[in-house]
């Protein structure tokens, strides 16, 4: 039996791993840095009314709900120090209430976000419609759990 030849072959090996392997974390850094610009958005869209753009609670709907909506850079502090990345998603989906008589002062976002207003037409054109907005909706939800951990006091 002839004896293999490393030294050439092994070289080349460990330089174009270590090309994907830096190629990999270079698309999860982009992929984070667009789940944030994402999850900034949807944040925007639909939580800043009430929570303020800065999301310490004083958007420009506060002055007319009967309870001030939370400060959402302080939800690490509340568990502390560690954000609730599940507990925040379901809070947001519906899954937790934030009452616990089951009543939420926050509107719930996950059937929404489901629904997305599709005429049933469309849902018969498109069979997959619903695994589809149930992307969809995971997608934005976790994309604004992970914007709102961004931006947690320290």
């Not at 947001?92 to 059937?111: A, F, L």
């Amino acid at each position: 039996m002839k004896p293999i030849k490393k030294s050439k072959i092994t070289l080349s090996a460990a330089v174009i791993a270590g090309c994907v392997l830096l190629s990999f974390s270079s698309v999860n850094a982009l992929d984070k840095k667009a789940q944030l610009v994402l999850g900034k958005m949807e944040y925007m869209n639909n939580c800043a009314s009430c929570h303020g753009k800065d999301a310490k609670g004083g958007g420009p709907v506060a002055a007319v709900l009967s309870i001030k909506p939370s400060d959402l850079t302080m939800i690490s502090k509340q568990f502390s120090g560690k954000f609730p990345e599940d507990h925040i998603y379901k809070v947001i989906d519906g899954r937790d209430m934030i009452n616990p008589q089951g009543e939420t002062d926050m509107p719930v976002w996950g059937d929404r976000d489901i629904s997305m207003a599709q005429k049933e037409a469309d849902r018969i054109a498109f069979p997959f419609y619903e695994q589809d907005a149930q992307a969809l909706a995971f997608g934005r939800i976790t994309s604004l759990v992970g914007y709102l951990e961004s931006i947690q006091v320290k």
